[in-house]
């Protein structure tokens, strides 16, 4: 009688390699471990080069917010700019605006609209829809999509249905019935390391909670007589954040009206620009390009690291902080996470992470572990037709 086959790949959300790779992590689950190259973003990026095996200008998704008056999913909230600035820059009237859109528009991914409410009618969003049920990324076949065609019994788990507790729990019950293939998503390291990243015990806990419960589940497989083939892997790195840089202070210094000369997005790593007047964008290049905090981004380097848009929809000029480097004040207010990602791909903390139960595989950047994993599936789906 064959053995049971079992693939389980968990997506661990800013699981860098920076942050395991002189620690003991699954050592008694993994015989490979290897560092990955992210891709110039955050995971609105990351994830669905994952999910796809493709760069940003290929399946289209980069930032999660990008320059589309005549599509957004907000154009209404232009009847609520005569309201005061205390009723529109508020909690509450943020939330509702955001319950009230994706209402409008039937949303069930990560909608969130993060400007200015007076800037909201100027921009969609590139994840309106969840990613992670087939046909989640428009015009692109998703390791989901593939999952979805082939007659394997499979499970898949994310934040809009569990919490990372909740996902390890129901993974390790699913055991039980006849799935051959689980994918699971964790978003909540991200957040932890958002807010932690100072803070190495408090850090090494955390990924000890992620290790035991990967381990228990990986163990209760096993327990079944089940051969298993274990996948841990994240789709960026988390960067300690060093210094802050009043971006938005220096270009008003320079008489920039961000109010009326252009729409400008202070992203915590990134600046992003567009303006009718190329006289303001020029002006704009020339004050970034002296500004030592970052780097201005020409055409060339954004062709390079595979996010150049020719419509400019995710900036007409793009501005990146150094590593470590942060926007302050940016679009989250008071907020100051003390860790951050969404520097450059080559920046040390930037690097994602590999683990497997085999070593078949020697994934070099996150768009290889589409392959990783459609192989792996490819593999079930031989052994089940022997």
Not at 191 to 201: G, I, Q, S
Not at 205 to 227: H, M, P, S, T
Request: proline share 5%; glycine share 6%.
């Amino acid at each position: 009688m064959k053995k049971r086959e079992i693939v389980i790949f968990f997506l661990v959300d800013a699981m860098g390699w920076e942050w395991i790779k002189n620690r003991p992590f699954l050592d008694d689950c993994v015989v490979y471990k290897q560092p990955v190259k992210t891709i110039f973003g955050f995971s609105s990026a990351a994830i669905p080069s994952i999910l796809t095996g493709k760069y940003p200008d290929e399946h289209g998704r980069w930032n999660l917010l990008f320059y589309s008056p005549e599509a957004s999913p907000f154009r209404w909230t232009r009847f609520l700019h005569f309201l005061p600035n205390f009723l529109l820059e508020n909690r509450v009237t943020r939330k509702l605006i955001t319950i009230i859109t994706k209402r409008m528009v039937k949303a069930d991914g990560y909608f969130t609209g993060y400007v200015a409410t007076d800037k909201l009618c100027y921009f969609d969003i590139c994840e309106k829809y969840n990613i992670y049920r087939p046909g989640g990324i428009s015009g692109s076949t998703t390791i989901i999509d593939y999952l979805a065609k082939s007659d394997i019994a499979h499970k898949v788990y994310s934040y809009h249905d569990y919490s990372d507790a909740q996902a390890f729990a129901a993974l390790r019950q699913d055991l039980h019935e006849s799935c051959q293939v689980y994918f699971a998503y964790l978003p909540e390291l991200d957040a932890f390391l958002h807010l932690n990243a100072d803070k190495p015990e408090a850090i090494s806990q955390k990924l000890d909670w992620y290790e035991d419960n990967i381990r228990q589940i990986r163990d209760e497989a096993v327990g079944l007589g089940a051969n298993v083939r274990l996948f841990v892997f994240s789709d960026h790195g988390m960067a300690p954040i060093t210094c802050h840089y009043d971006l938005i202070s220096e270009l008003r210094s320079h008489r920039i009206d961000l109010e009326k000369d252009c729409i400008a997005v202070f992203d915590s790593t990134m600046a992003r620009f567009w303006s009718k007047s190329p006289q303001v964008l020029d002006k704009i290049r020339n004050i970034l390009a002296d500004c030592s905090a970052g780097d201005l981004l020409i055409d060339k380097t954004l062709k390079e690291m595979r996010v150049f848009f020719p419509d400019g929809r995710y900036g007409q000029v793009i501005f990146l902080m150094k590593p470590g480097t942060l926007i302050y004040p940016n679009l989250f207010g008071k907020h100051k996470p003390n860790g951050m990602h969404g520097f450059h791909p080559d920046d040390a903390h930037s690097y994602g992470s590999f683990l497997a139960s085999v070593s078949d595989y020697k994934p070099e950047s996150i768009l290889d572990l589409y392959q990783v994993m459609r192989c792996e599936i490819d593999r079930i789906g031989d052994r089940q037709d022997d």
